[in-house]
C-alpha cells in the first residue's frame, strides 16, 4: 500500500529551505536573548496533566489540550505552554538555582486549533523569563529585550507598538467602580476578546455580567487619562509608571498604555505588555507577556516572582513576510565541489578534508553528472561558491572559485582562492 | 493544593548547566554536519500512525510506540524515530529536491521504555542521510562524517571501533546455506540480538528457526575469512570491498567486519555499520545506520536510493563523560555587571547597552544585594568575567574587569578592559 506523503494536520515539513528561515529567526531570538544575560534551558515535550489543570486558560484546557493516557496509564500532555514546565523547574531546585535568574527557551509547543493563519496547532516559541526579581527593571528590562530584537529583525518604531496595560491597575479599577472581587477575572477575560467581538457584543457580554457598571467601565477603558484618574496613586501606580520611565529613558518610542489589554492567561498579576503590528492590512498582536508574581506558590508553594513573555515563531514570519524583513538567505554549504570526468574521487575527498580544515563548508558532487548540470545543482541548491575539481587541478595545485551569485572568480593556490568566499 | 515538581516519568528537565552540554554536543554534530555540505530539515514531532505500521521494527510499534487519537478522532503518533518522516518529506517533494541530497537533522524521538542506562523515553538524535545515490562513497561518506564528529569530540582511534556488514551479504550466505528467503528477516533479527542472550539461548532460537543450518552458519560468522568463502564474488560482494577500501583509504583505521552485525530495523538493504565503545567497562553501541534503498519506494511509491545514521544525545553523554571527553563548560553570559550601592540604574542599562553592541554578552546584577554577594552570584552562574559598576566608574568611564578563575584583571576604557574577554 502507498501511504500519504501528508505531514499530520495543522503541522509543517521544514524543508532545507524553510529551515534556513528558521534558524534565522532562532538564532536571531538566540544571540540576543544571550546578549542580554539570559541562559538556555530545555524540558521535554511531555508534561503531567496536572500541570496545567488550575491555572492555564480554561478555553486551552478544555477544547485545545494534546492529552492522552500512557501504558501505565498516566495522563500525559503535549505542552500548549511553556511557563507551567519553567514554573516546575525553578520550584524544584529553588534552593540552587541563583536569583534573579534570566531564562531562556526556544520550546513547540502544541494547541488543538482549526489551523489558519498565524494559528497551527504545533508552534515554536521563544521563551523569556526572569524570575525571583520585584524590580520595575524586571519588567522594563523583558520589554527592552524585545524591542532590541525587533531592531535585530530590521524593523523599525514604526512597523509596530508595544501596548502595555497592568492587571494590579485593573483590579483596583474594577474595586473603584464596585465590581465584585469574585468577578475581575471574568471581566479580566471579555476586556480581552474586546477586539475580536462586535461593540454591541461585548457590552452586552460585560452588561450580563456586571450590570449598568458596563458602562462606565467602558467608557474608562477609552484613555489613559479616564484610568488614572479614578484610581488612587499607591505602590501599584507608582511600579507602573516607573516600568514605563524606565522604557522612555532606554529610548522606547512606540510604547502605548492600552487599558483593554488584559491578555488571556489567568496567572498575570501585575504588568502586561503586548506587540503589535502597525500595519493596517495585518492589525495583529505579534506576542505578549507579563508579571506572573503568585503562579510558582499556587502550584508548587515557593515563591518566586516572575516576569515574561512567549513569542511565537508563526506571527513572527507572518511580520517579517509583511513587511519584507527576510532576508535573502543561502545554503549554509559554502562551496560546491563540481568533479570532472575521470578523476580520482579519492583525492577529492582528500581536497574536501583539506578545505573543511580551513573551516570552508563544503559538498562534493557524487552523482557522476555532467558538470553543467553539476553546476547548476549548486545553484538550485543555493549554494554561492563552486570549483571545478579535475586531474589537472589535483597535480597543478592550482584551482578556481566562482561566486555563482555575482560571476565574480578567483584562481591559485587554496589559500589565495578561499579568500574570494 | 500544591503539586509535585517531578517531571514525566522517563524524560529530562535541561537546567542551563545541562542544557550547556546538550548544546555542545549539538554544536558540533551541527558544525561538522553542515562542513561536509548536509543541509538541515525538521519536521513536527507529531506524524500519522500508518507511517510506522509496517516498516519500523515490530518491537518498536508493538509495545513502545506513542499514539493516541486526536480529537478529530485520527491515529497520531509521537515519532519514534526519523527516518519514515524524512522518507516522506523526500517522496512528496520528489521532483523539487536536488539528488543526490544530503539532509541531517535533530529531532526529539520518544520510545515507551522501561527507563534505564541509556535509554529513555525521549531522546534527541543526530540524523544524517545522503538520498538519491547509489555510489560507495554515499556510505563511505556517511561514516567518514561520524569518524570526524569523533574526532572533534576528542575520541581517539583507539576508543571506539567501526562495526561494519551488509545485509545484502548476509542474503547471499543465506541463500548459499540453503536458509529459505521468507527466514532471511527472522534469522537477522535474531542475529541483531546474539549478544543480548546466553550463546545456548542464541543457538536454540536460531536451530528452532533454521534447524541443522544455524550450527553451519554460528560457525561461519565467527570470521570475516569464514563469511566470504562461502559466497561468491559478485556486485555485492564488490560493492562491499569499495566502501571498506574508500574508508581505508580515507585513513580510517578502526573498521572491523563484523558478520554479527545486522541491526533492528527491517528496512536495511545494504551496508550497515555501528561505532562501538572499546571500553571494557562500557562496552556499548554508540549509534548505528546502514543503507535503505527501498523503503521510499515501499511506503511512498517513488524510487529513491538512500544511506544514513541516527545518532542519540544519550549514549553520547555517556561515552563522553565515560571517557573524560566533557569540556569544562562556562556560562554563555560572558560578563556580569555587579552594581555598587546608589548606582543610576538607567545609566548601567546604558553601558550595558555599549557592551551589547560591542559583541560581549552581559548581565546586569538587579539584586540589590551587597557587591561581594554579587561577585559570588557571577561564580556560582559560572561567569568568567565580572565587572563592578558603580558612580565613579560611570563618571570617569574608567572601568575595570576581573577574570574570575584566574583572577586577572584589567583597567582603562571600554575598548580597552573588553580586551581581557
Known sequence: MILSTDSYKGVRDFYPEDQVIQNYIFNTWKKVAESWGFVEYNASTLEPLELYKSKTSEEIVNEQLYSFKDKGDRDVVLRP?????????????????????????????????????????????????????????????????????????????????????SRSLMDMLYKELGIPEEKSKTVSRIIDKKDKISPDAFKETLENEIGDISNKLIAILQSKEGVFEQISSSAETEY??????????????NLKFTPTLTRGFDYYTGVVFE??????????????????????????????????????????????????LLPKLSSTTEVWLAVAPETNMDEVYRLGNELRNKGIKIG??????????????????KILFVMVVGRNELESKNYKIKNLASGEEKSGNLDEVIKLI
Open 240 to 253: 507602573f509608571s516607573q516600568v514605563v520611565s524606565i522604557l522612555e529613558k532606554a529610548g522606547i518610542q
Open 81 to 165: 505552554e511553556m511557563t507551567p514546565t519553567v514554573a516546575r523547574m525553578i520550584a524544584a531546585k529553588y534552593n540552587e538555582v541563583s536569583f534573579p535568574a534570566r531564562w531562556y527557551s526556544i520550546p513547540n509547543l502544541f494547541r488543538y486549533e482549526k489551523p489558519q493563519r498565524g494559528r497551527l496547532r504545533e508552534h515554536w516559541q521563544l521563551n523569556i523569563d526572569i524570575f525571583g526579581s520585584a524590580s520595575p527593571y524586571a519588567d522594563a528590562e523583558t520589554i527592552m529585550l524585545a524591542s532590541d530584537i525587533m531592531k535585530k529583525f530590521g524593523a523599525k518604531d514604526e512597523d509596530y507598538e508595544i501596548r502595555i496595560n
Open 364 to 381: 562534493i558532487d557524487i552523482s557522476g553528472k555532467k558538470l553543467g548540470d553539476q553546476i547548476a545543482g549548486a545553484e538550485k541548491r
Open 275 to 324: 506587540l503589535f503590528d502597525t500595519n493596517p492590512e495585518n492589525p495583529r498582536s505579534i506576542f505578549g507577556g507579563g508579571r506572573y508574581d503568585n503562579l510558582i506558590e499556587d502550584l508548587f508553594g515557593k515563591k518566586v516572582s516572575a516576569v515574561g513573555f512567549g513569542w511565537g515563531d508563526v506571527t513572527t514570519r507572518d511580520f517579517l513576510g509583511t513587511h519584507s
